[in-house]
């Protein structure tokens, strides 16, 4: 069964450097989120792009926090410099649509972050 | 604004009890869709079911079953019969109709099922 891979699955870093996650979502699913879950709360959506163009970043905490998908298919999240607050599942989903709020997302396991 | 609100934060059952998860929405849209996700303590979250707002109809499916009442703006969750394998957080969820599938999440319910 497809599935959505993330990378990697835990991620322990030092305040002020920097850490990168990767998302390869199910083929030919068109829409990639990531959405961060600090301990205790619902996931929280961070980015969205549809293809290689960014639909909504409008929650994403833009100086420090960065997002691509160069080429429509995987994605890769960036956070320089990490701060303590960071710390939080990093989950990537992605659908098949090309929007309709109709849909099933499918997620990946996510990724673990730690900042000490 | 989209707003989801699950009251309960952790529920212990015994195996083979039933469980009901309550979620209350807020939205200002006419049309909008409701989910329920499981997220197993691997973290993946996993879909079990969607129910959009013109269908107040109470269905089942399996173990589980789902009260959509539109007046109430509630959407409660049921597992019949419990079992271990149940245990894990399980998440309300609310979306917009149109545009870009983005999910507004509740809280979240920790439901332990004990042997």
């Known amino acids: 069964e497809a599935e959505v891979a993330q990378s990697p699955r835990y991620k322990i870093t030092e305040k002020s450097q920097a850490v990168a996650f990767w998302c390869d979502p199910i083929?030919?699913?068109?829409?990639l989120y990531w959405y961060r879950q600090i301990l205790g709360q619902g996931p929280e959506l961070l980015v969205q792009?549809?293809?290689?163009?960014?639909?909504?970043d409008s929650q994403l905490p833009k100086d420090r926090f960065s997002a691509e998908r160069l080429k429509g298919v995987d994605s890769t999240l960036k956070i320089q410099p990490a701060e303590l607050g960071d710390s939080a599942m990093y989950l990537c989903?992605?659908?098949?649509?090309?929007?309709?709020?109709?849909?099933?997302?499918?997620f990946g396991e996510g990724s673990r972050l730690t900042v000490l | 604004a989209q707003k989801v609100t699950q009251a309960q934060t952790e529920i212990s059952v015994v195996e083979k009890e039933d469980v009901t998860l309550d979620c209350v929405y807020e939205t200002r849209d006419t049309t909008y869709y409701l989910f329920w996700y499981k997220q197993p303590p691997s973290g993946e979250l996993v879909f079990l079911i969607r129910r959009n707002s013109f269908d107040e109809q109470n269905e089942i499916s399996g173990r589980y079953s789902w009260n959509f009442q539109k007046s109430t703006s509630s959407f409660n969750f049921t597992i019949t019969a419990s079992q271990v394998v149940d245990s894990a957080v399980y998440f309300c969820a609310l979306s917009e109709p149109w545009g870009n599938n983005r999910l507004a999440f509740g809280k979240g319910n920790q439901v332990v099922v004990i042997p």
């Open positions: 083929s030919g699913h068109a829409t």
């Open positions: 792009f549809q293809d290689e163009s960014v639909v909504d």
């Open positions: 989903a992605s659908s098949p649509g090309t929007g309709g709020g109709t849909g099933e997302l499918f």
